[in-house]
T-cell receptor, first 115, second 112 residues
Framework: DAGVIQSPRHEVTEMGQEVTLRCKPISGHNSLFWYRQTMMRGLELLIYFNNNVPIDDSGMPEDRFSAKMPNASFSTLKIQPSEPRDSAVYFC?????????????FGPGTRLTVL | LAKTTQPISMDSYEGQEVNITCSHNNIATNDYITWYQQFPSQGPRFIIQGYKTKVTNEVASLFIPADRKSSTLSLPRVSLSDTAVYYCLVGAFDTGRRALTFGSGTRLQVQP
């Protein structure tokens, strides 16, 4: 298995532009997570899906952020419009969640820089 | 959601055993304890998970006392490659529940 795949690995954009981050979870996993990591705030959970349905989006910072999971093998995180404070590493993770299994598999991350 | 407290940093030398303790005083009955490792420029990687007593795998051991208000990750004979940030997470997953939260972690520096 190739693991969790994220694209792009690096993104540099200008303030006000739309940014779309993509994630392909591990086949067979039923849950997908989007995290953001910065030096100041650490690793923050933004949103997670279970069976393609958004379960908890309370970590999404504001309306500029949106996430979709149209099918079990693909998810996007969109920022529109982007701002310099959105600069961070964005991680996608997937898992086969049960009540007893909390093991998440993380992708390599997308390093976003908003100028 | 159970809050966790870990030391900010630890130093060790190659070949030593390292024990990192995490406090989680308000752990819930159905919460599990999970530890992750993160190297620079990489996503976190699952190390070990447990509910009570002791769990051991090829990488580490996890000790959980009877009251479950703390846990200790034990890394035997560390090497330079074990230099990383280690996160303790406490929580449970099922549909509709709040997911696990990563705290500040413990930055382990292994010296030669």
């Amino acid at each position: 298995d190739a693991g969790v795949i994220q694209s792009p690995r690096h993104e540099v954009t200008e303030m006000g532009q739309e940014v779309t981050l993509r994630c392909k979870p591990i086949s067979g996993h039923n849950s997908l997570f989007w995290y953001r990591q910065t030096m100041m705030r650490g690793l923050e959970l933004l949103i997670y899906f279970n069976n393609n349905v958004p379960i908890d989006d309370s970590g999404m910072p504001e309306d500029r952020f949106s996430a979709k999971m149209p099918n079990a093998s693909f998810s996007t995180l969109k920022i529109q419009p982007s701002e310099p404070r959105d600069s961070a590493v964005y991680f996608c993770a997937s898992s086969f969640l049960t009540g007893r299994n909390n093991e998440q598999f993380f992708g390599p991350g997308t390093r976003l820089t908003v100028l | 959601l159970a809050k966790t407290t870990q030391p900010i940093s630890m130093d060790s030398y190659e070949g030593q055993e390292v024990n990192i303790t995490c406090s989680h005083n308000n752990i819930a009955t159905n919460d599990y304890i999970t530890w992750y490792q993160q190297f620079p420029s990489q996503g976190p990687r699952f190390i070990i998970q447990g509910y009570k007593t002791k769990v051991t795998n090829e990488v580490a051991s996890l000790f959980i006392p009877a009251d479950r208000k703390s846990s200790t990750l034990s890394l035997p004979r560390v090497s330079l490659s074990d230099t990383a940030v280690y996160y303790c997470l406490v929580g449970a997953f099922d549909t509709g529940r709040r997911a696990l939260t990563f705290g500040s972690g413990t930055r382990l520096q292994v010296q030669p």
